[in-house]
């Protein structure tokens, strides 16, 4: 099974910086990945899907990039509503990162 | 607008069973592939089972197989998780998950229900 790695498991920020998450596949996965954010108590929602592509609705801020075995989640100007847990997903077979908790400073 | 609710959480002893029921509306829901997703309490996302648009394939996570079946009715737009032999870390919320667009999968959850919480406990 191809394993996902998320780094960081934390990240702690100002309203405004520039924030990147990083996953890593076990194997190469093309542009199969997907991007998600969690609020708490509250269900997942897709931001990215095919690596780069925004779902629609999703502010242009958020962006992801990458290929072959490592991919990047920028979100380019923090606002307050973007505190979340953000997951990347392999959508070739199914399986998620840990998590990156997404903090404000 | 497309909503999935489920439905038949609830808690339970260790080897019972249940039965997960996600109702489909706003879409064609006899097009799209679904999936269930859970979560075990403050841990991340652990896909479950997904089955076809016609129900003609159905694919479950090694941690279940054997004991989780997938089904769906397009007559009722909904989809179903049979839980049996149920153990205390199937323990979560459970999420009802749509497929993207695709002609085949695509492999990612364009939307999703609210969740319903298992709690397997003696």
């Known amino acids: 099974d191809i394993q996902m790695t998320q780094s960081p498991s934390s990240v702690s920020a100002s309203v405004g910086d520039r924030v990147t998450i990083t996953c890593r596949a076990s194997?190469?996965?093309?542009?199969?990945l997907a991007w998600y954010q969690q609020k708490p108590g509250k269900a997942p929602k897709l931001l990215i899907f095919?690596?780069?592509s925004l779902q629609s609705g999703v502010p242009s801020r958020f962006s992801g990039s990458g290929s072959g075995t490592d991919f990047t989640l920028t979100i380019s100007s923090l606002q307050p509503e973007d505190i979340a847990t953000y997951y990347c997903?392999?959508?070739?077979?199914?399986?998620f990162g840990g998590g990156t908790n997404v903090e404000i400073k | 607008q497309v909503q999935l609710v489920e439905s038949g959480g609830g808690v339970v002893r260790p080897g019972r069973s249940l039965r997960l029921s996600c109702a489909a509306s706003?879409?064609?829901?006899?097009?799209?592939?679904m999936h269930w997703v859970r979560q075990a309490p403050g841990k991340g996302l652990e896909w479950v089972a997904l089955?076809?648009?016609?129900?003609?394939?159905?694919y479950l996570a090694d941690s279940v197989k054997g004991r989780f079946t997938i089904s769906r009715d397009n007559s009722r737009n909904t989809q179903y998780l049979q839980m049996n032999s149920l153990r205390p870390d199937d323990t979560g919320v459970y999420y009802c998950?749509?497929?993207?667009?695709?002609?085949?999968?695509?492999?990612?959850?364009?939307?999703w229900g609210q969740g319903t919480l298992v709690t397997v406990s003696s």
């Open positions: 998950a749509r497929d993207g667009p695709s002609v085949a999968s695509a492999g990612y959850f364009d939307y």
């Open positions: 706003g879409f064609s829901f006899s097009s799209y592939t």
């Open positions: 089955i076809s648009y016609d129900g003609s394939h159905t």
């Open positions: 194997q190469v996965i093309s542009n199969w």
């Open positions: 095919a690596t780069s």
């Open positions: 997903q392999q959508t070739n077979g199914l399986t």
